[in-house]
């Protein structure tokens, strides 16, 4: 029953910024956290982020920590991605996740995907 739209992506030089957002239908805010990963063409998927459904905590891969922030409006059933300093590194499609994880950095532990929105970073 759960639905994912993520949108914001696109193209932007290094040092620039993103806001990445992922609509969300159902209650999953109230039972579920949430999640965003990353792929690039050729490699595994990378977690980035994660928030608890509560917004009482939050999780980051080193790679993003301090450029990325993760957050939540509750009243849109929204999750967003603020990228900051984006570096030609971050470019992948970005994909958000709901689920109840165990470890928020485990791809395969969260039940439900986004199709996904395309980040390119380059000059």
């Known amino acids: 029953q759960v639905q994912l739209v993520e949108s914001g992506g696109g193209l932007v030089q290094p040092g620039g910024s993103l806001r990445l957002s992922c609509a969300a239908s159902?209650?999953?805010?109230?039972?579920?956290?949430m999640g965003w990963f990353r792929q690039a063409p050729g490699k595994e998927r990378e977690f980035v982020a994660a928030?608890?459904?509560?917004?009482?905590?939050?999780y980051y891969a080193d790679s993003v920590k301090g450029r990325f922030t993760i957050s939540k409006d509750n009243s849109k059933n929204t999750v967003y991605l603020q990228m900051n300093s984006l570096k030609p590194e971050d470019t992948a499609v970005y994909l958000c996740?709901?689920?109840?994880?165990?470890?928020?950095?485990?791809?395969?532990?969260?039940?439900?995907w986004g199709q996904g929105t395309q980040v390119t970073v380059s000059s």
């Open positions: 996740a709901v689920g109840r994880p165990v470890d928020y950095t485990n791809y395969g532990a969260y039940n439900s």
């Open positions: 928030i608890t459904w509560s917004s009482l905590r939050t």
């Open positions: 159902g209650n999953i805010f109230r039972f579920n956290d």
